[in-house]
């Protein structure tokens, strides 16, 4: 295989606040259903205080969905849940006689079940138990879902921040366009625990109401929880599908800015680099682009830097845009495997989803995001852009087959 070869989206599969599967999400977009409320899972100082976006599945319900057990973490439950999903829907022939990778990204690994240990351990060191702690790190999460799936071939985990997903999916391509695997499940997930929280609490960049991205009166974010996953395969493999690919990832980039460990740059360089990387790989224009995933958390710093990045790209006409963390709240480590998801759907569906709770525009910025929710129509190219803490900073682009 040639490393200028196709790689093409198969299947999908996502989980979070506003819904279990495709199905579900595709509906809650249509009808402004938003995934915030109170805490629920999380035994946290912060409940009644902070709203979140919870994937509405106990960890009970979870674990008779996938198969696990109940001292599997809620991020390795739900990634499997997501991962179980595309590769269903990708639905391809003889998958067992190909070579199978997964790529996947987590930031918080199972430290959901390790928090619930220590609270036990620490007040009577006979209590807890370990086997609920022995696979807190991210690399366990992975190791779970591949074992689950069969997967031995290529099993790699991705954790770089907010960005962590998106990097796993263009990793995914490298390798099929490197002739690796013939296939690879690509993406990630996250859980809510007690420690982002209180992490993000601390850097005051959490909103009390439900967030407003792209607003010039935005506060903060919501945090939410989910998972996203891909199916990529090679031209070879996409002749053989039952059903037409979804798309293909024509372009990706991921670049530096190196300015702070969790703002981004004013001028927004590391964002522009990732876009205008992307761009170059896929080999199109910016007047090419049908309509922009935004990275769009909510935070002051986040939406101004990605904001003034979108004008040195784009000025001075603007594709539409929004950021669908209006309804999924930020997922983190998810964030750019559940929105690469929902690129996908945008253009099967010729879609574009609407930016909840938007008012006013920015006062530095041009252009505002689309509020409602666009059937019928034309979109041929998205680009998801996915931004993380240490600057770490990724574009993807998916294009029409």
């Known amino acids: 295989m040639s490393t200028n070869s196709t790689v093409y989206i198969a299947g999908l599969g996502v989980i979070t606040a506003i819904g279990n599967n495709v199905p579900d999400h595709l509906d809650a977009f249509k009808n402004k259903r938003a995934g915030m409320a109170g805490i629920t899972l999380v035994d946290t100082v912060h409940k009644g205080k902070l709203p979140v976006a919870e994937v509405k599945l106990t960890n009970k319900e979870l674990i ?84 689950k799936l069969g997967i031995t071939e290529f099993v790699t985990t991705i954790s770089t921040a907010c960005s962590s997903s998106a990097n796993a999916i263009f990793y995914g391509a490298r390798l099929l366009r490197n002739d690796v695997v013939d296939v690879v499940i690509a993406g990630g997930a996250d859980s809510l625990t007690k420690f982002t929280l209180n992490g993000f609490n601390t850097l005051m960049i959490l909103d009390e109401a439900f967030c407003k991205p792209f607003d010039q009166n935005r506060k903060g974010l919501n945090l939410g929880e989910g998972a996203g996953y891909l199916v990529l395969v090679s031209d070879k493999v996409a002749k053989t599908l039952t059903k037409p690919a979804y798309c293909t990832l024509s372009g990706y980039n991921n670049s530096n800015d190196a300015f702070h460990q969790t703002a981004s740059s004013p001028d927004g360089t590391g964002s522009y680099l990732a876009m205008q990387g992307a761009l170059k790989k896929s080999g199109l224009k910016p007047a090419d682009i049908s309509y922009i995933n935004l990275h769009g958390t909510g935070t002051p710093n986040n939406d101004s830097a990605e904001g003034t990045a979108v004008k040195r790209v784009f000025d001075p006409h603007y594709p539409p845009m929004s950021s669908t963390k209006s309804f999924t709240g930020h997922t983190l480590g998810a964030s750019g495997g559940v929105e690469a998801v929902f690129s996908a759907l945008a253009i099967k569906h010729k879609i574009i989803y609407p930016n909840l709770r938007f008012q006013t525009r920015m006062n530095e910025l041009p252009f505002e995001p689309e509020t409602h929710y666009l059937a019928d129509q034309p979109v041929k190219h998205v680009m998801s852009n996915s931004f993380g803490f240490g600057g770490n900073c990724t574009s993807l682009i998916f294009s029409e087959v």
């Open 64 to 147: 008779a969905l996938t198969g696990l057990t109940e001292h599997n973490s809620r991020t390795a439950l739900l990634s499997l849940a997501a991962a179980k999903e595309a590769i269903a829907d990708a639905a391809i022939p003889n998958l067992d006689s190909l070579r199978v990778g997964l790529v996947s990204a987590n930031t918080v690994g199972g430290m959901d079940r390790s928090e619930d240990f220590f609270v036990q351990f620490l007040q009577d060191n006979s209590k807890g138990k370990l086997k609920d702690v022995y696979d807190h790190e991210c690399g366990s999460m992975t190791e779970i879902v591949a074992d």
